[in-house]
């Protein structure tokens, strides 16, 4: 059985390994991104700075055939 210490800090290093993974998912849409438009306008890196995985991996998928950034990046219903 852990200790409430123990916990603490097995909890706050799942949360920094998922942090991380977060970080990475959005550094490989960035590079595919840039390889894909060129370089990139200040819009794009606050779209992606905090992205929940969910929305950086929606917007990978729609980087692939997109015509252009704003499409990646559309709100889409439903």
Same mark, same amino acid.
């Given at each position: ?8 800090? $097995?909890? *706050?290093?799942? +949360? ?9 998912? !959005?550094?490989?849409?960035?590079? %595919? ?13 606050? $779209?992606? *700075?905090?992205? +929940? ?9 729609? !980087?692939?055939?997109?015509?252009? %950034? ?9």
């Amino acid at each position: 059985m852990l200790t409430i210490a123990e916990q603490w800090e $097995q909890q *706050a290093m799942e +949360r920094g390994i998922e942090r991380g993974i977060e970080q990475g998912e !959005a550094r490989l849409l960035k590079q %595919l991104l840039s390889w894909r438009f060129g370089a990139l306008p200040p819009w794009v890196e606050s $779209q992606l *700075a905090g992205a +929940r995985p969910e929305r950086l991996e929606a917007w990978a998928k729609r !980087a692939l055939d997109a015509p252009d %950034l704003a499409t990646v990046f559309a709100e889409r219903s439903g």
